[in-house]
Structure formats: C-alpha cells, structure tokens
Nanobody
Framework: QVQLVESGGGLVQPGGSLRLSCTASVNIFSISTMGWYRQAPGKQRELVAAFSRGRSANYADFVKGRFTISRDNAENAVYLQMNSLNPEDTAVYYC?????????WGQGTQVTVSA
C-alpha cells in the first residue's frame, strides 16, 4: 500500500505560478513510476509529467517549457513547479505512483487559473 498526500493547489492569475507537492508513504526508490496527472471538468484524466525508474522525466506536450517535475529522495516527495499558468491549466491535479504492479492516486488538489 502507498499513501500519497498532495498539497499546493489554489487560485492563481493567468501567467502566475504554483508548486505542487506529493509525499509518499514509502521510499520513492521503490516506486517504478511517480508523477502528476490532471483532470478538468468533463475531460479525461491526462498525464502531466512523470519520472520512471532509470529514465529522464516525461512531460506532456502542453506543459513543456512551463512545468518542471522534481524529486527529493530524502523526503520521499515529488514536486511540480508550474509557471506561466493559463486558464486551460485549470483542473484537479493528482499525484500517481505505480508500485508493485498497482496504481495509486492521491486525493487530488484543485488548481484554478482565473483573473
């Protein structure tokens, strides 16, 4: 079992920045893939960015150059720095971990980009 706890969402104006945090209840070295998805109202959940063991970070095309995923192994945490936010980035953002062939999700954190 893996518990994922997210924080850092909120309301931001277009062009602003937010940083999301996700802390895992297990050592993230043992997690094969860990990253962020998002789901906007009426849309399917989609990958934003993720780390896979032994590979560099993978980003969705719509966030390249604006978002950066990073990790702190000592804190068992993954972060998503989001810059140049626009209203289309409004969604619930979910932390995801693939661990021992199981898929785990955090509770989600709302990000709203609005003037």
């Amino acid at each position: 079992q893996v518990q994922l706890v997210e924080s850092g969402g909120g309301l931001v104006q277009p062009g602003g920045s937010l940083r999301l945090s996700c802390t895992a209840s297990v050592n993230i070295f043992s997690i094969s893939t860990m990253g962020w998805y998002r789901q906007a109202p009426g849309k399917q959940r989609e990958l934003v960015a993720a780390f896979s063991r032994g590979r560099s970070a993978n980003y969705a095309d719509f966030v390249k150059g604006r978002f950066t995923i990073s990790r702190d192994n000592a804190e068992n945490a993954v972060y998503l720095q989001m810059n140049s936010l626009n209203p289309e980035d409004t969604a619930v953002y979910y932390c995801n971990a693939k661990y021992v062939f199981q898929n785990y999700w955090g509770q989600g954190t709302q990000v709203t980009v609005s003037a």
